[in-house]
């Protein structure tokens, strides 16, 4: 019999998104794991950008928790594990505190977790009193750890924001607003106080920058002057959470890839992978072998290629420089050996993508059809996908980019609860062995349906 395990654990929430809960997730698990601490964090929520900084600090695997993508039992299940071998479990929510459905709120409630509030209180004074008093009790039952003032201007404004809270106790300190000269302001993050810089999806990856590592140093030596940042073993007991075993034990997937190698791309083009897809397709069977297509002259030996999403069109010159990676994709077409495309890594395939500043560039040319770059979201959201009117695959969209194309659409995505529009949702396009959308999906929610697309016989 599996009993509960017995684990420190938190999730960070804010009243809205760009409040800094990344920042102080990413610093706290930094904090804990440089004393020692054997550190597990989450991503509530679909996000690839913000687990790169978590994994970085914390130096393990970060996994997704979300109520309708990964459904009860699989959070159950990864909450349960991580319980067994952490000292501290940190769970970063998702946009504000109660936003979306379902909310951060909900999995907090779902699970019993303490919330811990991040305020960005730049702006404001007595005001702060009231916005976390409020993130308290609009749910009742909530259980509460305290508040962070975050993007402090000084100690006197420190003090006067510690004075607006009803219950000193709540008190987790302040994070001073980071200065000119300093690392972010340096690197034009455009956020008065916010060490990782942003783009247009989210935060920039920690691979990318050669002083990601100096950055969350800066940020826990930050948060270590807070009373938050001086918790010692014995303080992190308070936020001690009994996580149950799942009720049944998970399923694992049927062999439907067994023999078989998949080539996964990953650069800073192509780099938003779910851990967990990496996972279900080693669960299947298969063989996962990685490549970048900005970098090498050609894909793997291999059965089947998946592209997931990225940033293509900040490399465009380097996809239409690398001719051999691109007669290598085409020559793995033209075999029939399937190729799985999401988001920016369909987007590659386009003839030619306009860039956000009208300018054209080429692309691989696989997928008939153009891309074009906007400046504002083109599409956000959960989604789900039915393959073969068999097998349903959980996941989201966002991009910032439309595709016009003349491959035929075999299945759409929808919104949860809602039917299959033919006008509407997330196109699936099927040309040659390619499958390719703007869905980016969550592989455990249905392995069926993701080795149908890389090549196995329908079951």
């Known amino acids: 019999m599996v009993t509960p395990a017995r684990c420190p654990a938190i999730l960070i929430a804010a009243p809205a998104s760009g409040q800094g809960k990344t920042t102080v997730t990413a610093a706290l698990a930094r904090l804990h794991a440089r004393q020692g601490r054997r550190v ?74 303490p919330v811990l509030a991040v305020i960005d209180a730049s702006a404001m004074a007595g005001t702060f009193g009231a916005l976390a008093f409020g993130l308290q009790h609009y749910r009742p039952g909530l259980r509460w750890a305290g508040v962070l003032a975050n993007r402090v201007g000084s100690a006197r404004h420190a003090d006067m924001l510690r004075k607006g809270l009803r219950d000193d106790a709540d008190w987790m300190g302040a994070v001073m607003r980071v200065q000119p000269g300093t690392a972010a302001a340096n690197a034009g993050t455009g956020k008065p106080g916010a060490l990782l810089p942003e783009r247009h999806l989210g935060l920039i990856a920690a691979h990318e920058l050669p002083d990601s590592l100096e950055r969350l140093d800066a940020a826990a030596d930050a948060l270590a002057a807070t009373p938050l940042g001086q918790m010692t073993a014995s303080d992190l007991q308070r936020w001690a959470t009994d996580f149950a075993p799942p009720v049944q034990p998970p399923a694992v997937p049927p062999p439907l890839l067994q023999g078989r190698t998949v080539a996964v791309a990953r650069d800073a083009a192509f780099c938003f992978i779910y851990e967990a897809n990496l996972h279900t397709l080693a669960q299947l069977g298969a063989r996962v072998v990685h490549f970048s297509p900005l970098h090498d002259a050609a894909v793997p030996e291999c059965d089947a290629v998946w592209l997931p999403g990225g940033y293509p069109e900040l490399h465009t010159a380097q996809i239409t420089a690398n001719t051999a990676m691109q007669a290598s994709l085409r020559a793995h077409v033209a075999a029939g050996k399937p190729l799985w495309a999401e988001c920016g890594g369909m987007m590659a395939l386009f003839d030619a993508i306009t860039l956000a500043d009208g300018s054209t560039a080429p692309l691989w040319g696989l997928l008939p059809g153009h891309v074009t770059m906007h400046k504002r979201l083109a599409a956000l959201g959960p989604q789900h996908l039915t393959i073969a ?71």
């Open 40 to 113: 597990r964090v989450f991503k509530c929520g679909p996000d690839f950008l913000d687990p790169h900084w978590h994994r970085l600090a914390s130096g393990a695997p970060v996994h997704q928790l979300d109520l309708w993508m990964n459904g009860a039992h699989d959070c159950a299940q990864r909450l349960h594990a991580a319980a067994q071998e952490a000292d501290l479990i940190l769970i970063e929510g998702v946009m504000g505190l109660f936003d979306g459905d379902p909310s951060a709120a909900d999995l907090v409630q779902r699970f019993g977790l």
């Open 389 to 459: 009117g068999r097998h349903t695959l959980r996941g989201h969209t966002f991009h910032y980019s439309t595709a016009a194309s003349t491959a035929p659409v075999v299945a759409r995505t929808a919104r949860s609860g809602e039917a299959v529009a033919a006008d509407a949702g997330e196109a699936l396009y099927h040309h040659g062995s390619i499958h390719a959308s703007y869905f980016h999906a969550w592989f455990p929610s249905s392995p069926e349906a993701v080795a149908q697309l890389l090549g196995a016989q329908a079951s």
